[in-house]
Nanobody
Framework: QGQLVESGGGLVQAGGSLRVSCVLS????????MGWYRQAPGKERQYVGG????????EYADSVKGRFTISRDNAKSTLYLQMSSLKPEDTAVYYC?????????????????WGQGTQVTVSS
């Protein structure tokens, strides 16, 4: 049974940076394409971006493009989300998700496993 565990969330001032991590246990991380999602209070879960299983390709939502970077270390079974130039509207619970295969899933519903989420709060 695979498990994803996020860490690294917290409180940061607008304009600041933060990195959140996600570790997969119980499965072979390098076999999984990964994604990041976020959910703000009262809003639907929103796609942030994704990365192929080998890390060769990434994609981002327009709202975070140029500010956020997704990377992975397959040797450490860890996914990263580096966030910079943070804005108050980036405040949300951030979730990592994985699906076995190379390509980044196009639909949220196709992800097989999800983390429990980590809170990121950006103060103005």
């Amino acid at each position: 049974q695979g498990q994803l565990v996020e860490s690294g969330g917290g409180l940061v001032q607008a304009g600041g940076s933060l990195r959140v991590s996600c570790v997969l246990s119980g499965r072979t991380f390098s076999n999984y394409a990964m994604g990041w999602y976020r959910q703000a209070p009262g809003k639907e879960r929103q796609y942030v971006g994704g990365i192929t299983s080998d890390g060769s390709k990434t994609e981002y939502a327009d709202s975070v493009k140029g500010r956020f970077t997704i990377s992975r270390d397959n040797a450490k079974s860890t996914l990263y989300l580096q966030m910079s130039s943070l804005k108050p509207e980036d405040t949300a619970v951030y979730y990592c998700a994985g699906r076995e295969g190379f390509s980044i899933p196009t639909m949220q519903s196709t992800y097989e496993i999800w983390g429990q989420g980590t809170q990121v709060t950006v103060s103005s």
